[in-house]
C-alpha cells in the first residue's frame, strides 16, 4: 500500500515541477516506504527460510524440489529486471522502479503456480498423514 501512496503522491507532485517531485519522493521513500519494507523483510524473510528448509527436509507432502518454488526466487527476476533498465536507460526509471515493484506479484505467482504443479498425489498425502500420526504417537509414548 505504501508503493501505491507514493506512486500516487509523485503523480500530483510532478505538477509542480519534476526536482521536487523527486526531492518529496526521496524523502518519502526514506522516512515512510523504507520503515515499512525493514519490517516486512525482518518478519518474513525468517518466514521463507522456514518453508525453504521444511520443503527440503521432507517435513511436507511435497517433493524437496518444491522450495525452490519460493516467493524470493520467484520475485528475483523482477527486480534485476528493473534495475537493469532504470540503469541502462536513465529516463526509464519509473518504468524500471515498477518493474522491480512487481516483484512481489510474480513472486507470488511463481509460487503458488509451482506449488500448483507440484501438488503431491492422494497418496502421498496419505503417507504424510501416516508418517505424522505415526510420530504424534511415538511422542505420546515416550519414544
Known amino acids: 500500500m505504501n508503493v501505491g501512496v507514493f506512486n500516487m503522491s509523485f503523480k500530483y507532485l510532478l505538477n509542480t515541477g519534476y526536482e521536487a517531485a523527486v526531492d518529496v519522493g ?33 517435513l511436507t507432502p511435497y517433493p524437496p524440489y518444491a522450495k525452490w518454488f519460493n516467493l524470493l526466487v520467484g520475485g528475483l527476476p523482477a527486480v534485476i529486471i528493473g534495475f537493469a533498465i532504470t540503469a541502462i536507460i536513465p529516463e526509464a ?51
Open 26 to 58: 526521496n524523502k518519502m521513500i526514506l522516512s515512510f516506504c523504507m520503515p515499512m519494507f525493514m519490517l516486512l523483510f525482518i518478519f518474513w524473510i525468517p518466514m521463507l527460510v522456514i518453508a525453504f528448509r521444511s520443503f527440503g527436509k521432507g
Open 93 to 143: 526509471d519509473a518504468f524500471g522502479s515498477a518493474i522491480a515493484t512487481m516483484c512481489l506479484s510474480f513472486g507470488n505467482g511463481f509460487t503458488f503456480g509451482g506449488l500448483l504443479a507440484a501438488m503431491p498425489s492422494e497418496e502421498r498425502f496419505r503417507e504424510f498423514r501416516d508418517r505424522l500420526t505415526e510420530s504424534k504417537m511415538n511422542l505420546a509414548i515416550g519414544r
